[in-house]
């Protein structure tokens, strides 16, 4: 079992910046794919972005690429998520997930633990 534990959520301005991040306790010894999603109110979850396990392949849904940047710090076991240029669209509330599957994926099915989700709001 590992704990996720989200931060870093709040209102901001569009075209402002947040950055995210997601804590992990519990069984860290073993490396997992991380990744972020959201969900806006009356909307399925939606993949954000994904990290390998080294951190070093990453992979971004279209809204994203360009604008936020997903990376991880394996020794303090953290997950981050900076978020640049935002829009009111961005609005929703972020989850960190962990896959035991090595492989990166957007599915939210493939992954197998997830925070509580950090509440992100983007004023026009």
């Known amino acids: 079992q590992v704990q996720l534990v989200e931060s870093g959520g709040g209102l901001v301005q569009a075209g402002g910046s947040l950055r995210l991040s997601c804590a992990a306790s519990?069984?860290?010894?073993?490396?997992?794919?991380m990744g972020w999603f959201r969900q806006a109110p009356g909307k399925e979850r939606d993949f954000v972005a994904a990290?390998?396990?080294?951190?070093?392949?990453?992979y971004y849904a279209d809204s994203a690429q360009g604008r936020f940047t997903i990376s991880r710090d394996n020794a303090k076991n953290t997950l981050y998520l900076q978020m640049n240029s935002l829009k009111p669209d961005d609005t929703a509330v972020y989850y960190c997930?962990?896959?035991?599957?090595?492989?990166?994926?957007?599915?939210?099915?493939?992954?197998?633990?997830w925070g509580q989700g950090t509440q992100v709001t983007v004023s026009s």
């Open positions: 997930a962990a896959a035991l599957d090595p492989s990166i994926s957007a599915n939210y099915y493939e992954y197998n633990y």
């Open positions: 990290i390998s396990r080294s951190g070093g392949i990453t």
């Open positions: 519990g069984r860290t010894r073993n490396k997992y794919t």
